[in-house]
């Protein structure tokens, strides 16, 4: 099973970062993929989750009409464009997949996930 980040970077306040969870090893199909942040000296924090297969997706109230989530289950793939992008921003994001039809909800509410990602770095400069 394996969650690979990818599209983190640097870039100035204002700009864009589009980032990609590639899944593999398990049905994409049946799981609730979440991003989540952790910027240093701070608790991991949840950004915004979607359960394709529902049809619902969340956002943290900090990132909503910024970030945008999505998903390509022909790639087994979920993506966050992120905009407007601000110096606090800054963190490692991690993607991460819980399973079942509560997927989402663990996800949100208890920040549990059945696999994670290795992480992938933004920087936003101000």
């Known amino acids: 099973v394996q969650l690979v980040e990818s599209g983190g970077g640097l870039v100035q306040a204002g700009g864009s970062l589009r980032l990609s969870c590639a899944a593999s090893?398990?049905?994409?199909?049946?799981?609730?993929i979440g991003w989540f942040r952790q910027a240093p000296g701070k608790e991991r924090e949840v950004v915004s989750g979607?359960?394709?297969?529902?049809?619902?997706?969340y956002y943290a109230d900090s990132v909503k009409g910024r970030f945008t989530i999505s998903s390509d289950n022909a790639k087994n793939t979920v993506y966050l464009q992120m905009s407007s992008l601000k110096p606090e921003d800054t963190a490692v994001y991690y993607c991460?997949?819980?399973?079942?039809?509560?997927?989402?909800?663990?996800?949100?509410?208890?920040?549990?996930?059945?696999?994670w990602g290795q992480g992938t770095q933004v920087t936003v400069s101000s």
């Open positions: 979607i359960s394709a297969s529902r049809g619902e997706l």
């Open positions: 090893g398990f049905t994409f199909e049946d799981y609730a």
């Open positions: 991460a997949a819980a399973a079942g039809s509560n997927g989402l909800i663990r996800l949100w509410l208890a920040r549990s996930a059945d696999y």
